[in-house]
């Protein structure tokens, strides 16, 4: 930027600076004490062109050209104005448009349910008939037929036993697995949507989960692995159909979950709850789809 002149009143110098920007070059005024007001060119490669201009003025400041074109300066200033305004509107600041997009922290239940795993596996030993795995199981004995003895210790008021299976691993690689990605798909929807939000999300598909493997297999069942799957369905799903939701899994992550999901379909690990997983994850998606369109509108 580079002062090209002075005019000794204000009411000349921005006059003059109005005219210079209608015609296509930047500027500025400042008070220069004592001689006046300064004119400031930004565009270097113009400076002779507008002292040019300016001399011009000095000699006539009362020409019809200078009042003409300072009155499309106001026009242009204007027309600027509801461009900007225009823009804003379609696009908001990335800091609201991607909310806590960048890296985030464990969240506090979502540490709570990791240790009570730990707690449970430690109690238990790992063996699904100890007498602390059987006062967790989603029922006491298994079912003969499909109207018989369904839930009887729900029936009874022992409600817990709808979600607490999700706290039974049956061995330490299942414990640790289930863990690590709660650990990761947990922390990430607490962090965006609230411990409350998480809390609600773990009971509702933990149930269903549960319910669905229940009536599918019987109740010898355990483990965190549908609310797991539940909560890929959903950020999955979320994070494709609304980005600005900061719910958005790395590719690696999908296949990974994908993959492991179909090594446990066709039997490659042993037995292995898939119905829990399969509902879990149609659950999710189900969640996350709903959520996405609540959110455009």
Known sequence: MRLIGTLPEEKQARLLGDYLYASGISNEIEAEEPRGWGLWVHDEDRLQEAATILERFRNNPAAAEFRQKARAAEDLRAEEERDLRAWRKRF??????FPRQGAYGAGLLTLILIALC?????????????????????AG?????????????????????????????????HLICNVLWLFQLGSLLESRLGWLYL???VVLTGVGSNLAQYFVSGPRFGGMSGVVYALFGYLWIRGRLQPASGLALDHQTVVLM?????????????????TAHGVGFLLGMAWGWLDAQRARG
């Open 199 to 201: 809390l609600g999300f």
């Open 141 to 173: 004995a298994p079912w003969s037929h499909p109207l018989a003895g369904h839930l009887r210790e729900v029936a009874g008021g022992e409600v817990w036993r709808l979600l607490t299976p999700i706290f039974i691993h049956l061995n330490p690689v």
């Open 118 to 138: 730990g707690f449970v596996a430690v109690k238990t030993n790992f063996k699904f008939d100890s007498e602390t795995a059987r006062a967790l199981h989603i």
């Open 258 to 274: 994908i993959l492991w999901f179909f090594v446990c379909l066709f039997g490659l690990v042993g037995p292995i709850a898939n």
């Open 92 to 97: 908001r600041a990335s800091r609201e448009i």
